[in-house]
C-alpha cells in the first residue's frame, strides 16, 4: 500500500471545478466501481481477485486503493481463504486510523474534503476475522466488535456530520449491534441477544413512527427475538412475540409473509404440522420466492412422514428460482432428506453437488452436500 | 448412531443379501439456522469511504447513487433477479444477526436423555429391481429391563414395497430408562422367488441423566426449608418451564423467589423481555427454594406417625424449539419428626432478679412451668428435677429444697401447671438448663430442651 503515502497529484485543471459532477456515478467514485459491485452481487468473487490484481497499477487516488483493497479482503473472506485474508490485512501498512488514511492528507486530490477514506468494511472485517480463522477466537472477534462499537457511537455525538453521513453512522451501530448479536447468539448467550435486541427495539421506537422501512426493521427485529426464545425453548414468549408484531403490521406481502410464517412456527412447535404446511402454502401463494417458507415446509412434510414431497418441495425451487433457492442450509435439508431416501444417496448427492458447482456463486460452501 | 444422523446399521442376524434396508433418522426437533457473520453489508460501508458522504457534494450525490446501486443490484424486476446478491446486501439491518428463520434438520443423532422422548424416522428401503410382498414390519425398543412393542404390521401387513420404492414411518417412545437402548426393526417379506427373508437391524443408543438434583433441608422453628439445586449435565441449555414441589398429604409448599429488581414495568416490550431461566449446558446450576409448612388438618396435635416425607420435585424443561423433558425426583425426606410425648413450657419467669443486699451469696425465686401429655393416652405420674450434669463446673441456678418434685398424671392431652422453686447464686445472665422429666410408670425419661435464661441483678 506504499501507493498510499502522500505524494504529490496533479493539480486540477484551474477554473473548472472538478467536484462538482464529479461524484454522480459509481464509477465516478472509483474507476470500474460499477463492474465490481455488479460482480460481487454475482458472487463472482474470483473474477474480483482477478481484477484487482489487474487494475491496481491503474488506480489513481488514494481512496481506489482502499476500495480495491476492500473488494480483495472481502472477496478473501468469502471464499473462505482466511490466512490469505489474515496476511492481506497485516499487509496494510497503517493502522486504520493513520492520517495516511485521511482525505485532508492529500489536498490536491481532495481539495474540499476531510475525514477517513476507509470503507466501513474493512474495520468490520478486521473485526470478525479472527472468529474466521478460528472458532477459539470468538472472543477476540467479540471484543473488537465492542470496539468497533464505541467508535461508531463516538462519531454520532459529533455534530460535524451530513445528513446523509449521521444515517450511515446510524446504521452502522445498527450493523455492528446485530454482528454482535450473532456472536453471542452462536455462544448461546442468550440474556445479553436479548438485552442487545431490546435496545435496538426500543431505538428504533423512539426514532418514531416513520416510513415503512423503519415498521420492516422494527418488525424483523421482533421476529427474530421470536426466533431466539423459540430456539432455547421459551414457546410462550415467542408466541407473546408474534402476537406484539400482529398487532402492528399493515397489508403489504412482505409483512404478511412474516406473520404468517410465524404463525407456522407456532404450529410447528405444537406438532400440528398440516396447520404449519397450510400458512406456509398461503406464503408461497403469495410470494414465490419465500425461500424460507420453502425449506421450512419441506421440514414440515418430513415431519408429516411425507418425505417424497419434502424432496420434491426442496428440487422444484432449486429448479424454479436458483439463485433464490440455493443457499446451504436447504442443501444441507435435500442432503439429509436423500441419504434417508436412498440407498445410493451417494450417487444422488454428487449429481445435485455438480449442478450446484455449475450454478453456485464463488462463495458457495459446498462442503454443504456431505459428497 | 453417532456422526450423521442418518444410519444404515449392518444387518445382524441375517443370511445373504437382503431387497430391504432400513434406514433411520433421529427426528428431534428442527433448529433455527445461525450463521455467524452473515458477510452481508450495507453497499455504501463497501463502496466509498467511511466519511465520504460528509462532502456536501457527495452527499448530494447520494440519492443518485442509491439509486444507481439498486438499480444495478436488484434490476428492474426482482422477480427476474438473477444475482446473489441476497447472500451481499442487507435486505434488513437485522439480517446481519444472522438467523433468517430457516430451519435445519436434525444433523447428528446427538444425546439423548431420560425424560425425553426419542422419535425416529424410519424408511424401509427396497434397494432390489424386483417388488418385494406381504411384509411385516416391528419396531420395538430393547432396554435391560424390558422390550416396548413401537410398531407391528403383522396383523395389517404392508402389501407390497416396489423396486426402488420405500416404506415410511415414524416411532415416538419416552425415555424411562436409563443406559443402554437398542432400537430394533425387523422385516419379514416375500422376495421375488417366493421365498420368506427376515431382515433385523439394530441401532444401539446411550440414554443418560440430564440432571442431578441435590436438596437440603433446614427446619428453622416450625418452618421447614427445602433447597433444591438443579445441575444440567446435558449439552444443551436447558429452559426450565416449571420446577415444582408438590408436597406430601401434610403439607404446603411456597416457591420463594428474590424479589426482582423492576425498573421498568408495564409496557408489552418489557414483558417480552423477561428474562429466562436457563441453565447452561455441562454443569450449569440453578437453585430453588422452597418454604415448607404443617398444613393443620383437624387437630393439630394429630400426625402421620413415622412419615418424614415431605414430596417429590417435578421438573419440566424445553430445549430447542420447545423439546421438552420432564422428570420427577424420589420422594424427599424431611429431618425426622420428632413427635415430642410430652412438652414442658415455661409460663412464667422473673426477667430480673434482684439480690436484695450487695453481699448476699445467693436468692430465691420461682418459676411457673407447664407440662402437657402430647398423646391420646394417661402418662405419669412424673418427677422433675434439674439435671447436674451440666457442662458448666459450676451450678450456678439449683433447684431449692427437695431436689426431686412429684407431679400427678396427666390425662391425654392434658396439661398442667407447676412452680419451681429455684435458688441462683451467681450475678448475671444465668441459663437454667437441664430440667428433667421422668415418666415414673413408663420408666421413661424426657428432655424437654427447655432453655430458660434469668438475669440476676445487684441493687
Redesign the interface.
Known amino acids: 500500500m506504499s501507493e498510499l503515502d502522500p505524494a504529490p497529484a496533479p493539480a486540477p485543471a484551474a477554473g473548472a471545478d472538478p ?2 459532477k ?5 464509477n465516478e ?2 474507476p470500474d ?2 463492474v465490481l ?2 460482480l ?4 463472482s468473487w474470483l473474477t474480483i481477485l482477478d481484477k484487482v490484481i489487474q487494475a491496481r497499477p491503474h488506480l489513481s487516488k488514494p ?1 481506489h486503493h ?2 480495491y483493497f ?2 480483495n479482503l ?1 472477496s478473501l ?2 471464499l473462505r481463504r482466511f490466512s490469505d485474508a489474515l496476511n492481506q490485512l497485516d499487509s496494510l501498512d497503517h493502522s486504520l486510523d493513520s492520517p495516511n488514511y485521511l ?1 485532508q492528507t492529500y489536498p490536491k486530490h481532495y481539495p ?10 474493512l ?2 472485517l478486521h473485526a ?1 476475522l479472527p ?2 480463522v478460528s472458532g477459539n477466537s470468538r472472543q477476540e472477534t467479540l471484543d473488537r466488535l465492542y470496539v468497533l462499537l464505541e467508535f461508531v457511537r463516538g462519531k454520532l455525538v459529533s455534530d ?6 449521521r444515517a ?1 453512522w446510524e ?2 451501530e ?2 455492528v449491534i ?2 454482535i ?3 453471542h ?2 455462544l ?1 448467550q ?2 445479553v441477544c ?2 442487545l435486541i ?1 435496545y ?3 431505538k428504533s421506537e423512539s426514532d418514531g413512527e416513520g416510513d415503512d422501512h423503519k415498521l ?2 422494527r418488525m ?2 421482533l ?3 421470536g ?9 410462550d ?1 415467542a408466541k ?2 408474534f402476537g ?1 408484531i400482529e398487532n402492528q403490521v399493515d397489508d403489504r406481502v412482505e409483512l404478511r409473509n412474516l406473520v404468517g ?1 410465524n404463525k407456522a412456527l407456532i404450529y ?2 405444537g406438532k400440528d404440522y398440516v396447520s404449519a404446511v397450510r400458512e406456509y402454502d398461503e406464503c408461497i401463494e403469495r410470494d ?2 419465500d ?2 417458507a420453502i ?2 415446509k419441506a ?1 414440515c412434510l ?2 408429516l ?1 411425507d ?2 414431497d419434502s424432496i420434491k418441495v426442496l428440487e422444484s425451487s432449486l429448479e424454479r428460482i436458483p ?2 433457492a ?2 446451504e ?2 442443501v ?2 435435500l442432503c ?2 436423500y ?6 444417496h451417494a450417487d444422488i448427492k454428487k449429481t445435485l453437488s455438480n449442478w450446484i458447482a455449475r450454478v453456485a ?1 464463488d ?1 458457495f460452501d459446498s462442503t454443504c452436500t ?1 459428497v | 448412531m453417532s456422526g ?3 444410519t ?1 446399521a449392518t444387518p445382524g442376524g441375517s443370511i445373504g443379501p437382503h431387497a430391504l ?1 432400513f ?1 433411520v ?1 433421529r ?1 428431534c ?11 452481508r ?19 448530494d ?2 440519492s ?2 442509491k439509486s ?2 439498486d438499480s ?2 436488484i434490476g428492474s424486476d426482482s ?1 427476474a ?10 435486505d ?14 436434525p ?1 447428528s443423532f446427538g444425546a439423548i436423555y431420560l425424560g425425553e422422548t426419542f422419535c425416529s ?1 424410519i ?1 424401509i ?1 427396497n ?1 432390489s429391481n424386483f417388488e418385494v410382498r406381504e411384509i411385516h414390519i416391528k419396531a420395538e425398543i430393547q432396554t435391560e429391563r424390558q422390550r416396548i412393542m413401537l410398531l407391528d404390521t403383522s396383523k395389517s401387513p404392508v402389501e407390497s414395497i416396489r423396486a426402488g420404492g ?1 416404506y ?3 416411532v415416538e417412545h419416552d425415555v424411562k430408562e436409563l443406559g443402554a437402548h437398542t432400537l430394533v426393526c425387523t422385516a419379514l417379506y416375500n422376495d421375488n422367488e417366493g421365498d420368506r427373508k427376515y431382515l433385523p437391524q439394530f441401532f444401539k443408543f446411550m440414554v443418560a441423566n440430564p440432571l442431578s438434583v441435590r436438596t437440603k433441608v433446614r427446619v428453622v422453628k416450625d418452618t421447614t426449608f427445602l433447597e433444591a439445586c438443579l445441575e444440567n449435565n446435558t449439552k444443551s ?3 426450565m ?1 416449571q420446577v415444582d414441589f408438590e408436597p406430601a398429604q401434610n403439607w404446603g409448599a411456597t416457591l420463594l423467589n428474590a424479589d426482582h429488581h423492576s425498573s421498568e414495568k408495564g409496557d ?2 418489557s ?6 431461566t ?1 441453565i ?2 455441562g454443569g450449569g446450576i440453578h437453585n430453588y427454594l422452597y418454604q415448607l409448612k404443617m398444613v393443620s388438618h383437624g387437630s393439630p396435635r394429630m400426625s402421620v406417625e413415622g412419615s418424614n416425607i415431605l414430596g417429590k420435585l417435578q421438573i419440566t ?7 421438552p423433558g420432564r422428570l420427577q425426583t424420589q420422594q424427599i425426606l424431611g429431618s425426622p419428626i420428632r413427635h415430642k410425648e410430652i412438652d414442658l413450657q415455661a409460663m412464667d419467669v422473673p426477667s430480673v432478679i434482684n439480690l436484695e443486699k450487695p453481699f448476699e451469696a445467693s436468692i430465691l425465686f420461682d418459676v411457673r412451668l407447664n407440662l402437657t401429655n402430647q398423646t391420646d393416652r394417661l402418662l405419669g405420674p412424673f418427677e422433675v428435677w434439674l439435671s447436674q450434669s451440666g457442662l458448666s463446673s459450676e451450678q450456678v441456678v439449683m433447684v431449692n429444697g427437695i431436689q426431686t418434685m412429684a407431679l400427678p398424671r396427666l390425662q391425654a392431652f392434658g396439661s398442667s401447671d407447676f412452680h419451681l422453686n429455684l435458688i441462683a447464686t451467681k450475678l448475671g445472665v444465668q441459663k437454667i438448663t437441664g430440667i428433667i422429666v421422668f415418666d415414673t410408670s413408663e420408666k421413661k425419661t424426657y428432655d424437654p430442651m427447655l432453655n430458660l435464661e434469668i438475669f440476676v441483678d445487684a441493687n
Open positions: 467536484l462538482s464529479a461524484y454522480g456515478s459509481l467514485v472509483s466501481l460499477s459491485h455488479d460481487a452481487c454475482r458472487g481512496h482502499l476500495t476492500s473488494y472481502l473472506i468469502k482525505y474540499n474534503q476531510c475525514g477517513s477514506m476507509v470503507p466501513f468494511i474495520r468490520v470478525e472468529a474466521k460535524i456530520l451530513s445528513s446523509t453521513s450511515l446504521k452502522r445498527c450493523f446485530n454482528s448479536i450473532s456472536h447468539l452462536s448461546k442468550y440474556g436479548l438485552d431490546k435496538l427495539i426500543q420492516d426493521h424483523g427485529l421476529s427474530k427475538l426466533y431466539i426464545q423459540m430456539q432455547y425453548g421459551d414457546l414468549g407473546a412475540t406484539l410464517r410447528l412447535v414465490g420466492n425461500v424460507v425449506n421450512n421440514l418430513m415431519y412422514r418425505l417424497s439463485t433464490m440455493l443457499n442450509t436447504l444441507v435439508n439429509s432428506m441419504e434417508l431416501a436412498y440407498v445410493n456463486p462463495d456431505r | 450423521t444422523n442418518t444404515a434396508a434406514r433418522m427426528l426437533r428442527p433448529t433455527f439456522q445461525v450463521d455467524t457473520t452473515p458477510l453489508f450495507d453497499p455504501f460501508d463497501l463502496l466509498a469511504g467511511e466519511d465520504f458522504f460528509d462532502d456536501p457534494i457527495a452527499s450525490n447520494f443518485s447513487l444507481a446501486v444495478q443490484s422477480s433477479d438473477l444475482t446473489y446478491r441476497t447472500r451481499l446486501l442487507l434488513q439491518p437485522s439480517d446481519a444477526m444472522g438467523i433468517p428463520g430457516l430451519l435445519v434438520l444433523q424416522y424408511s428401503n434397494s420405500r415410511d414411518f415414524i441449555n436447558l429452559y418451564d408489552k416490550i414483558e417480552v423481555f423477561k428474562q429466562p436457563l447452561r449446558s424443561w424445553r430445549t430447542n424449539l420447545g423439546e
